[in-house]
């Protein structure tokens, strides 16, 4: 077995020697060198070890044991090379690698003194294996960092030759350090500085990079041509790092970032992945910890029924409902390619859940009821809807009909199958709608909290709740991917009018507060989440075209590379969102969530008009259907009739939070 794994070893050393002959000579060339320079330390080591112990250059000792010095050097080259001490880049050499020396030499040493008591021919006193094994070590390190420093010098030259881009790191902590070691050797930038705000970091160096304020940067342009700033600040808050963008953008400056500290830390990405600034890492907020115990409870081996299961938060939430140790999933959704999407990625992300993909309309009652029965489905959560405001403004009927009914008969389902827990996926656009869509989530939300009160009365049935949120970031039809698509044609950016303002949130942050609030619920609740501060649109847009390296065109810089025009409000579209119909709303246990108290209508009154509205959608009666709205939800202003879709969009017509 041993004589075996010796001659693969050393086929495997001459097939890798023979591949870097094809391929780089020179390479070749520097690693026998360097082989060589260990050949020589190791006889150096030896002679140095006797001459210390005996205090003689040349002692009667060391002539004595001649015979060791080939046997040496035999061993010495030979672990090193099946040891694989010769694989590692020399010029990325660092304390690890200078670490794993010292057990070589061990074994080289051990060896030898093997060797030397088996043949008795020659015994040196003990204390020169000690000396022989640090001098060894000493030696062997002393080349290789040597010879490390000598290739980064000729990369470092190269790369001044290749007139890299001028690129300053934007952080002289851990985070600075770790991304400069890494990048001094590549060719593709010309680090000329380290920025930082911390006054005890200026007018010091940072591995010979001078560290600088950032007043420095215009000057630094000017001298240097900087063109890009690396920013290390993986642990700043977000709105230093708001400001940083748009200042740097403001400047014309390409802004790029290192990987999050938990990425770094996990093994994930190195700290030298670095990528474009992108929006979604603007608009988002500080991460915020879940409760313990709230995720668990609301899927840890449990049975879950997502409806929507292919679209933006339906995804999500099946996404983490696996993580969570959910015991069975069923995706429910009509879209074939939705389905086969987002099953196809639980797959292969090892999903150790039974995956039950469902291709079918969730107003199919029987159907969807037989599901929750047949699986013993414990959560099921609605995220099925019709979201795109334009386009229900312009189907009325179907869209109405496809909302209200798919809630009913998701309800219903549960409460004749058994389910525990039901959760509605609503929008802020169901606050004083003043569009179809709005007031048809609005109406669901009165659906479930109907539902609620009679299941509160009669003491069976599932814990329904609702959750209230708004726009999410990166969504199949939000703001965000719209602008990037325009202001990768060259633009115009457009915007429907300068003072609109909407809240934001990240898609995973919007699902895990949503299963938190699902395990908060009672009974008839409307969570609300905290969006955080709305965003002025306008802003957004000019912000994301200085992210993207251009200039926004206006009047104050009519040579401008984009401009932002406004195309004026749609049908439907409100200045601003609201989360909440009353001011009442008191917290819950998780400071991001609190509860809306919601007014409702009695269930009679409901049955009434839900009647009639489907009587209405039979008949394709549209001025009907939004009467009936009306009555249903008073706080609905109807737009008049009929609706165009020939007017620029500017994204937000897609409502995520539905999807």
């Known amino acids: 077995m041993g004589l075996d794994r010796l001659r ?33 330390v190791l006889a150096l080591s030896f002679w140095a070890a006797f001459a210390l112990r005996f205090s003689q250059v040349w002692p009667p000792a060391l002539q004595q044991s001649l015979a060791l010095l080939p046997v040496l050097l035999l061993i ?41 008591t088996l043949s008795r021919a020659v015994d040196p006193p003990r204390s020169f294996w000690f000396l022989l094994w640090g001098l060894m070590t000493a030696g062997l390190v002393f080349i290789r960092v040597l010879a490390r420093d000598l290739l980064r010098l ?55 990079l001078p560290v600088v304020p950032p007043s420095a940067i215009p000057v630094l342009q000017q001298r240097e041509g900087l063109a890009q700033v690396l920013l290390a600040l993986p642990s700043a808050p977000l709105s230093r790092r708001r400001q940083l963008a748009s200042e740097l953008g403001c400047l014309g400056l390409k802004v790029l970032s290192i990987p999050s500290l938990a990425d770094v830390a996990s093994g994930r990405q190195r700290v030298s992945e670095l990528r474009s600034v992108s929006i979604e890492d603007l608009l988002g907020r500080e991460t915020s910890t879940p409760l313990p115990g709230l995720l668990d409870a609301a899927a840890s081996g449990r049975v879950v029924l997502v409806t929507g299961a292919g679209g933006s938060i339906g995804s999500e939430l099946c996404r983490q409902v696996v993580s969570l140790g959910a015991r069975t999933l069923v995706l429910v959704e009509r879209s074939e390619f939705a389905l086969y999407s987002i099953h196809q990625e639980l797959v292969l992300l090892g999903s150790k859940a039974l995956l039950v993909p469902v291709l079918s309309d969730v107003s199919d009652q029987a159907y969807l009821e037989d599901l929750c029965c047949s699986h013993g489905v414990h959560l ?29 008969s998701a309800l219903a389902a549960a409460r004749a199958s058994g389910v525990e827990h039901f959760t509605l996926i609503s929008t802020d656009k169901a606050v004083r709608p003043t569009n179809v869509m709005g007031a048809s989530k609005r109406a669901c939300e009165l659906l479930v909290q109907n539902a609620a009160a009679d299941i509160a009365a009669s003491g069976q049935g599932p814990i329904c709740s609702m959750v209230r949120f708004g726009n999410v970031l990166g969504s199949s039809g939000s703001v965000v991917p719209l602008f990037r698509k325009q202001i990768a044609l060259g633009g115009p950016v457009t915007v429907t009018h300068p003072q609109i303002t909407r809240f934001f949130m990240t898609i995973p942050e919007a699902v895990q507060l949503v299963l938190q ?23 957004l847009a000019r912000q994301m075209i200085q992210l993207s390296g251009f200039s926004v065109r206006d009047k104050s810089n009519p040579r401008g590379d ?11 579209e409100k200045l601003f969102e609201e989360l909440l119909i009353s001011a009442d709303d008191s917290p819950t246990d998780h400071p991001l969530i609190s509860q809306a108290r919601e007014g409702s209508i009695t269930a009679d009154q409901l049955d009434v008009l839900m009647s009639s509205l489907k009587m209405a959608i039979d008949d394709r009666d549209v001025d009907k259907v939004l009467d009936i709205l009306v009555r249903i939800v008073p706080e609905y202003k109807a737009n008049v009739r009929p609706v165009s879709l020939n007017y620029p969009m500017n994204g937000d017509e897609l409502d995520p939070s539905a999807a």
């Open 8 to 40: 693969r070893s050393v086929a495997n050393w001459l097939i890798y020697l023979r591949g870097v002959a094809g391929a780089d000579r020179l390479l070749l060339l520097r690693r026998l060198l360097l082989l060589l320079n260990d050949a020589a």
């Open 380 to 408: 099921l959560l609605h995220a099925a809807a019709y979201k795109h405001v334009p386009l229900v403004e312009a189907n009325v009927c179907s869209a109405v009909a496809n909302n209200l009914q798919s809630t009913a």
């Open 562 to 572: 984009i401009a932002i025009e406004f195309s004026g409000l749609r049908p439907g």
């Open 154 to 208: 000729q990369l470092r030259w190269s790369a001044d030759a290749q007139d890299g881009i001028p690129t300053v790191i934007y952080g002289a902590g851990e985070a600075g350090h770790r991304l400069l070691q890494e990048l001094r050797d590549v060719p593709e930038f010309r680090l000329v500085a380290v920025v930082d705000d911390a006054p005890r970091f200026w007018n010091r160096r940072l591995q010979r």
């Open 76 to 116: 010495g080259v030979g672990t090193l090379i099946f040891s694989g001490w010769y694989r590692s880049l020399t010029r990325t050499t660092g304390s690890h690698s200078l670490y794993g020396l010292m057990p070589r030499t061990g074994l080289i040493v051990l060896i030898l003194l093997l060797v030397s």
């Open 517 to 539: 609030a699902s395990a908060l619920a009672r009974g008839g609740e409307v969570f609300v989440l905290d969006m955080g501060e709305p965003v002025r649109i306008a802003d």
